[in-house]
């Protein structure tokens, strides 16, 4: 069970080394808690003096944090603490890192509940983040407090830190013996550039752990009601990456295959896509849905078909970051009527955006 205290101006102490606990000092102070940092016997020695009256000057701490793995006086502190009545915790200090340490952590499409535990442990001991634009960045400050924040975002069609000076700043964090986290929009694997970093710690000979994260290509959809799979619906989807537009052939196979298609970064070049599928044999009233800045308060959902999407995004005014989901499975949007009535609307009057048929194709936040 895990209780949230207010620590704003009490006493905490962390008994411990000094840099092994600096992690759990940074969370404490950021939580407004004084903090006091003792080794074991020093710790003992200071509690067992605190007068009964608790004059001042000799104010008992309020939680007494445990952080010195084992240690022939871990019971006898902790008896200490008892006894004046403070509440005691126990965390792992850190390990040394003489050659640092990196960790590639994916933060999930953006809503911070969605970071995995893994990828919390290692924000919370980070000393530098190098973060990006997409992902929980709103929150990482709660979840790595006390840490040097670097921002090396970028935004479509302007990188303002390349990806080798990414690298560079991380592998030169590391090598000060800090611990650095990478911290990444969705899966780092899922083109997050992730597998580039890997090999970077790897030349430099720079310990690196992977933490997955989830993917805004299922993610997004899901918050939508869209399931990439259904049972005699769909049985494989398809990422991609619409960053650059599709090669004809690409577009062939993509209608061949059949199934769903999620496109990521496909904002830019969603004409070329639209027309490329069509132009293969991919029905105009296959159902399309436009997932807009996923899990923020600026969510959208734009529902329409293959032959009406780019009307749709220009009366819409969709704009990146998008996952753009593709086939049947989108019929079972939270708004499945509104998508049940769309081949309708299409054979009657050829397109399919909210500003035309309202009753039934729907924009929703």
């Not at 590639?104 to 290692?122: I, S």
């Not at 986290?181 to 969705?186: C, F, Q, W």
Request: charged share 20%; glycine share 12%.
């Amino acid at each position: 069970m895990e209780l949230a205290l207010d620590l704003t101006g009490r006493a905490v102490l962390v008994v411990g080394d000094a840099d092994p606990v600096r992690r759990i000092v940074a969370r404490s102070a950021a939580s407004g808690a004084v903090v006091d940092v003792r080794t074991p016997g020093v710790a003992l020695q200071w509690m067992r003096a605190i007068p009964v009256a608790r004059t001042p000057g000799s104010v008992p701490p309020a939680v007494v944090v445990w952080a010195a793995d084992a240690h022939p006086l871990r019971e006898a502190v902790l008896a200490a603490a008892r006894a004046l009545g403070a509440l005691v915790a126990e965390e792992r200090p850190l390990a040394p890192t003489p050659r640092g340490h990196v960790t590639l952590v994916g933060g999930g499409p953006g809503e911070p509940d969605l970071v995995t535990v893994a990828g919390r442990r290692a924000l919370a001991d980070a000393d530098v983040v190098l973060h990006d634009r997409l992902g929980p960045r709103d929150h990482v400050a709660a979840l790595a407090p006390g840490a040097t924040f670097v921002d090396v975002g970028k935004t479509p069609g302007h990188h303002a830190v390349p990806q080798r000076d990414i690298e560079r700043i991380m592998l030169e964090h590391a090598a000060r013996g800090r611990r650095v986290v990478r911290l990444k929009g969705g899966d780092p694997f899922v083109f997050g550039r992730g597998g580039e970093e890997v090999l970077a710690c790897r030349a430099a000979g720079v310990p690196i752990t992977v933490v997955p994260g989830i993917t805004s290509a299922i993610a997004v959809p899901a918050e939508a009601g869209v399931p990439v799979t259904h049972r005699e619906v769909a049985r494989a989807f398809t990422v991609l990456s619409g960053h650059v537009p599709f090669s004809e052939d690409e577009l062939r196979h993509l209608v061949g295959l059949g199934g769903t298609i999620v496109v990521l970064m496909g904002i830019g070049t969603v004409h070329h896509t639209m027309a490329g599928l069509r132009r293969h044999g991919m029905s105009a009233d296959v159902p399309v849905v436009f997932l807009e800045r996923g899990y923020t308060p600026e969510q959208r959902t734009v529902l329409t078909t293959l032959g009406g999407a780019d009307r749709a995004v220009a009366l819409e005014g969709v704009r990146s970051p998008a996952v753009i989901v593709i086939g049947e499975v989108v019929r079972l949007a939270r708004d499945a009527a509104a998508v049940d009535g769309m081949a309708a609307d299409l054979a009657q009057a050829g397109v399919l955006a909210q500003a035309e048929v309202p009753a039934r194709v729907g924009v929703s936040g």
